[in-house]
């Protein structure tokens, strides 16, 4: 088992520094930031002065090399605009996209397999065919048109909630969150339900595919034959089996919903990672889009080795075939 | 037998109603199993022995349906029975042995798991003495080292292995009747010979009766103490094992007879019954088996009725070859 | 001893009608109601989109034609010049429902090319992989593997910050979102039929590499992929709107439906709901229509759902 750790580990930071490398390449060629800091009307000397300061006059691969060096050291510059080290911005922000992205995830998951579930054991019902019909609109809805459609309905038409920003926040472990406050609840509501109506309706027809599977196997008819419950037969055997492949798909998605938060958070104008990267790109500001991106990379081949793990930790079977090789 | 028998079957009828029309997979079907009894199902595939496992324990899944008929167990009729009765029975009173233990073992459950849900279900024990129990019936079967191996999970054992397991699942509540479902089909001959004979002597021992569904007439032989023979849903002949080995009537049984290899066929053509089976979908009217059968004639397209030329035994047949040797 | 086991005439006659392949798929993807009429709209939304000039009521990109004293008008009401604008009109004076038809021809344009583009490259790069196998499959499937565990629209932006707007970036940006996909799909089928005899056979024939590539296997790979595109078209359309919206995507002057909605945000908050609304629903439409005849593909096609 560590031995399969090791290797996931090592591979992980492979794919880390060749996405360093492709990083910083691609945004090197991002606009000119000469452009969008400097006052045109400034002197020569004024703009080379700047140009030797952000260091923009070196040949690129001497950039990439202390680039690499402040890296490792933390240190990713300072964003053209706030004038802060583009890490700390970066991190900062982390905490409100996680908020939103792990209620997302739970909503998805609370509601989405017992719907999915249901679905698949009664196909043919009224209530199946309508789960399927909204889960066929739940992903073709583009995100950010519901969430406009919502803000809408709930915020400007009906007044319930509030329409933009992150509630008051309380700290948990040194780290500010907002589900703590019932300010914040009511803030987190629709933009966590707005991001996860697509990965509900994933959840929906994965656990009815699942399901419809799993229904017609063998050993669930030799269940049957034992004489057991139909509660057991549910919620013991047939959940145990669909839980592997939702669970793959979902830890896959995870990071898809802590990207997709960049359209939910500039919707809601919700203070997180995802609208300082589109700021970042509008503005140009190289450093945090750098800083992002090298964050976002480390974050998904985390989540990536986090589900290999949970998926040979819920299928024996894969336990046994890696431990061979 | 002046018993009661466990099981009555009389008139059994279970029907597909598939796109393509309705199928009769069972076709007024009859037979009894006393205690201790061991019954041989025997037919090729599709012949419906499955279906009839199925039906008597109201497993048979949609499009089908059992439509007629009465399934008596300890004089109980089944047919009517609730699901909540049902439940009661299966895995309890009446077990069933599956074909194919790799997939009629929940892959992701470990063996104990499956081993003592099926205790619980029908009793109220504690975990520790459910366990007990179970390792006690693995140990029954002949697993060794049953107390670490119960932890494993499926895909770990050896296929004959799996198939002991599934035996012992079957024998935990102490049935009062064991249907097993072609179960040596997919294990070594020699696998295959250990459990017949573990099987029969099991039945003995504990008065179980057993229905031993199957394809092949060689497991039957040494086995049962009756046979039924299915062509097409319908049961063409019946009897006591050696009379209906020894002294076969219905065309058809000869045909299975004469084409089981044997030791004085080497050299000569192995003979087969020609023709194929008809689709359920595309039966003849009347007799099924007029299409291959050489002594078919027009009194075949009339529906056969099932006669008793002696007692315990039955053809459905209007050209029996010879009359049953009393 | 009479042996009744020898020469019986076999009497079975086989009757069962026989249609070609074609015909079968299309006999059972008629048999959902509804998929025949998702396909019919996306025809007519097709239709619109090709004939946009020539049957929208207003153009909203003539500058001629447009007021802005028409500005904000709610649906259903007149201009001064007698005009109706059905939908409304936006914050410059443009109609609505004309906006709407320019708008389904770029998103459906450029959807539908880099679908297409993505598909014959990945597939391409999916024949090629399981065909010649060993280290060109390796390389091909890593590149697949990495781009495939980050999300679509991280890749897309990553693009794009790079490239910079425009049609052609866009759609550069949306094929390389897609292209492993396709690559991933067609691989899987193909490693299957790659073991199968009449690839042996054509090998025997000493048939070229490439012939053997797309004129035999290719063809049996075709169900996944086909119900892959249909849901990675809608995909890519939906992705271009995001991006659009978010204002990284199309620039101003190819108006796509994703920024006609972006468009109407700021008039949200006044109630003036149907500057985002309607175009919206255009694109809702589309991409609905184009996942439920998908999906009736996928369980047409699809050989374990098979009874």
Redesign the interface.
Known sequence: MSVFIVRRLLQAML?VW?MSLL?YI??H???DPIDMLINPEADQAEIERVIRDLGLDRPIHEQYWYFLLNALKGDLGNSFIFNEPALKLVIQRIPATFELAVTALLLAIIVGIPLGVYAGLKPDGRLSKTIMASS??G???????VG??M??VFA??LGWLP?FGRGETKLLFGIPFSFLTLDGLAHLILPALNLSLFKMSLVIRLARAGTR?VV????I?????????QN?IIF??LM??IM?PVVTVLG?EF??LI??S??TE??FSWPGMGKL??DA??NLDRPI?VAY?MV?VVM?VII?LVVDVLYSI????VR?QDLKG | MTEKPILEVENLETHFFTKAGPAKAIDNVSFTVGKGEIMGLVGESGSGKSVTGFSILGLVDAPGEVVGGKVLFKGENLIEASDKRLQELRGNKISMIFQDPMMTLNPVLRVDTQMIETIRAHEKVDKETARQRSRDALAQVGIPAAEERMRAYPHQFSGGMRQRVAIAIALLNKPDLIIADEPTTALDVTIQGQILYEAQKLCRETGTALIWITHDLAVVAGLADKISVMYAGRIVEQGDIDDVLDHPVHPYTIGLLGSVPGHNTRGTRLHQIPGMTPSLFNLPKGCAFQTRCPFADTTCTEDQAITRPIPGRAIRCCHPQREAAQ | MTDILQETPATETLNFKVETPLQQFVSNFCQSKIAIGALIVFGIIVFIALFAPFISPTNPYDLATVSILDAKLPPGSKSLSGVTYWLGTDGAGRGLLSSIFYGLRISLGVGVMSAVIALCFGATMGLVAAYYGGKVDTVIMRIVDIQLSFPSILVALILLAALGKGVDKITIALVIVQWAYYARTVRASALVERNKEYVEAATCLALSDRRILFRHLLPNCLPPLIVVGTVQTAHAISLEATLSFLGVGLPITEPSLGLLIANGFEYMLSGKYWISFFPGVALLITIVSINLVGDQLRDVLNPRLQR
């Not at chain 1, 017609?216 to 050993?219: A, C, G, K, S, T």
């Not at chain 1, 008819?221 to 419950?229: C, M, Q, V």
């Not at chain 1, 819920?314 to 079977?317: G, H, I, Q, S």
């Open positions: 794919v060749i990083v691609g945004v060629i991002v606009g066929i609109l992903f073709s809805l583009p995100t950010f048109w406009l459609m803000i809408m400007v038409m329409s599977e017609h196997q063998d050993y008819k030799f269940a049957r034959a034992k004489g057991l419950s057991r013991v055997h145990k089996n592997i896959l990071g898809g990207a997709f960049v359209v500039t919707v990267i589109i790109l509008h889009i991106l976002i998904f990536n819920l299928d024996p079977r046994i």
